[in-house]
């Protein structure tokens, strides 16, 4: 991205930032603000970098003009307000990146590495790479706008089907479809989607669940139902992801999962960012 893009960036996070308090609590000091820390966590995931170099980088760009910074902070100032903000006000800066109030919602899951050990180089020295976990992010992403609208984060291996219900709760707005793969497929989805949430279900169904004997006539109406058109709308979220990782890195600095949960949504922010500026710009 130019000069340009990377100015609008930060102006469209300002803007988004009124929705944070300016002080954690009452005894934050007065030299930065909570507005000002959150948005240069959001650049330097934006950016890719360490907590140093990217207070080193601050040094000689003038982002602290752009967001009013009195003085550029240490980078434990960032790492210890990272720990301190919490996911919840986090997530609430996340909600407040798109202005979307209906939604087509298409859900799939990724992973993060969290090891920092080089693939290339266990392969070149033969070091035998045993199963690990990784960071599992599961996303409801607006197919119109491409943009992420609800998240969800555990330690993987995990069930698909697990992770559902609390994306879906999470997301701000009118639901007019949801649209998944077959590892979301079950009897409480469907009845979730379309009883509560009062939407189009384009879950898909596994032929192989519905015998001749099942009783869940509402998985039998969605099967007969099914919109394959619009079920096409779901490798929007592979593109989602691509960009995603490319952009931003495919693994995680962090080591607690509470740190990674952070790190994730601070991605998702800069993503969502990066998207609303390329939106304003074909309007």
């Known amino acids: 991205m130019n000069g340009f893009s990377y100015i609008s960036f930060i102006q469209q996070a300002i803007e988004v930032a009124e929705c944070l308090p300016l002080k954690l609590t009452k005894y934050s ?28 980088l601050l040094e000689i760009t003038k982002i602290p003009d752009l967001i009013n910074l009195k003085r550029i ?8 307000f990272a720990k301190r903000i919490g996911t919840k006000m986090i997530e609430r ?13 298409a859900i799939d ?22 199963y ?20 969800a984060i555990h330690t993987g291996p ?34 979730y989607v379309i009883r509560t949430l ?7 169904v596994s032929d192989k669940k519905i015998s001749s004997h099942c009783r869940s006539t509402l998985r039998k109406r969605v099967l007969n139902n099914f919109d394959h058109a619009e079920y096409g709308q779901r490798n929007k979220s592979e593109t989602v992801f691509s960009i995603l990782k490319n952009c931003y890195g495919s693994k995680l600095r962090s080591r607690s999962l509470y740190m990674r949960r952070i ?11 990066r998207r609303g500026c390329y939106l304003r710009l074909s309007t």
């Open 29 to 56: 000091q007065d030299t930065f603000s909570c507005r000002q820390l959150v948005i240069l966590l959001i650049l330097r995931q934006k950016l890719n970098l360490s907590y140093r170099r990217f207070t080193h």
């Open 93 to 105: 800066f996340l909600s407040s990146t798109y202005s979307a109030r209906q939604h087509r919602i």
């Open 263 to 273: 790190e994730i949504l601070l991605k998702l922010i800069a993503y969502n960012l």
């Open 132 to 151: 690990k976990h990784f960071a599992k992010l599961t996303v409801g992403m607006n197919t119109k706008t491409q943009q992420v609208v609800g998240a």
């Open 158 to 191: 995990r069930n698909d089907n697990k992770d559902f219900l609390p994306t879906i709760k999470k997301i701000k707005g009118r639901i007019l479809s949801v649209i998944a793969d077959k590892g979301y497929d079950s009897r409480k989805n469907h009845e």
């Open 198 to 204: 009062h939407a189009k279900s384009v879950i898909c």
């Open 73 to 80: 902070p240490h980078h434990t100032t960032l790492y210890k």
């Open 109 to 130: 899951a990724t992973g993060f590495k969290i090891n920092t050990q080089s693939e290339y180089m266990a392969l070149r020295f033969g070091i035998e790479t045993k």
